[in-house]
């Protein structure tokens, strides 16, 4: 499966199954379409490596990476994973669906 529907499929899930919680599940869009608009969000504060979502979750805040089971992390993504875990949150790959509601499970 590929990144992107695995992240939508999880989402989704999540959305029909804890209503509760919406809005405690979000993506984190920084991704541009052109460098002018890459321009403009870098300057907004856009970090390159930031986590596909963030969870809100109850017990404290999740950073969510989504990868195929093959894919790896870049440099940018391991050096911000550095950074959140320094701060004290949890950042956390999912690599299946399975992976994500055993999160939810926890």
Request: charged share 20%.
């Amino acid at each position: 499966m590929i990144e992107f529907k695995l992240q939508s499929q999880c989402f989704l899930h999540h959305w029909n199954n804890y209503p509760e919680e919406r809005g405690l599940l979000f993506t984190v869009n920084n991704n541009a379409s052109d460098s002018y608009q890459g321009a403009v969000m870098k300057a907004m504060g856009v970090v390159a490596g930031v986590s596909d979502m963030v969870y809100l979750h109850p017990s404290g805040a999740m950073l969510l990476e989504f990868k195929t089971l093959k894919g790896r992390q870049n440099d940018r993504q391991v050096w911000w994973q550095g950074q959140v875990e320094k701060a004290g949150y949890r950042y956390i790959i999912i690599r299946s669906f399975d992976d994500f509601t055993a999160l939810l499970d926890r």
